[in-house]
């Protein structure tokens, strides 16, 4: 018997059964126009948003993967001070990534106000370090390639981070069946002081 091998999946590639499973809802009950302004439309809208994120996180990730491939195919070390605050931002992704994930399998918001508070963290994280990296590159082999490579995995933690926070802002809006509420809510929120409260302890939990 010939076995037949497709060897076009640049063009089309199936559908493995659990992608099938996953999107079922969405072609079955999700279905609405996301360009309508009735909830079932705006609901779809919102699902689309919410999976462009998660693509995104996807690509950032990637991304991460080809800086680290780099480093070591030019046989660049991180020096151990760069390696250790690298640590610090890449565990506040890391929460991050688990809180709003957590949040869109149970379509549950309770935890937006923590992923706010930590993305705003991770963004002065991602600000101090590249700051230390300019004011310490030293002229030397290799240097700028790791300049360079520094800025992109900057770049690409705090991204992730952002598309974590839109995720949860989805799961928000899903949750409460207005889309862009959590915008009309989120000045009111950071001027709460729970916020600034979390806000402190995210800043002593991943310190420099």
């Known amino acids: 018997m010939e076995r037949f091998v497709y060897a076009d999946n640049a063009a089309t590639t199936k559908i493995t059964q659990p992608v ?6 969405y072609l079955t009950e999700e279905y609405g126009n996301p360009s ?25 990730a990637m991304n991460l993967l080809e800086s680290g491939e780099e480093l070591r ?18 565990e506040a992704v890391e929460e991050i990534a688990d809180l709003a994930l957590a949040a869109f399998r149970r379509e549950d918001a309770a935890a ?6 930590l993305e705003q963290v991770i963004d002065g994280l991602r600000q101090r370090l590249r700051a230390r990296r300019i004011r310490e590159t030293q002229p ?10 520094w800025s992109d995995v900057l770049t690409d933690l705090e991204r992730a981070a952002d598309h974590c926070c839109n995720i949860m802002e989805c799961v928000a809006d899903l949750s ?9 809510q989120l000045a ?3 001027r709460d002081p729970a916020f600034d409260s979390r806000v402190r302890t995210y800043e002593q939990k991943y310190r420099l």
């Open 36 to 60: 309508s302004l009735h909830s079932v439309g705006q609901r779809a809208a919102e699902l689309l948003m919410l999976m462009g994120d998660l693509e995104r996180l996807g690509d950032h």
């Open 188 to 190: 009111v929120r950071q």
């Open 112 to 117: 937006l106000g923590q992923v706010e508070a």
């Open 20 to 25: 099938l499973d996953a999107m079922m809802p």
């Open 73 to 90: 195919d030019r046989k660049i070390e991180l020096p151990p001070e760069d390696r250790r605050q690298l640590r610090v931002l890449t």
């Open 140 to 149: 030397g082999e290799g240097a700028m390639e790791l300049s360079f490579v």
């Open 176 to 184: 409460a069946g207005n889309r862009n509420l959590h915008a009309a």
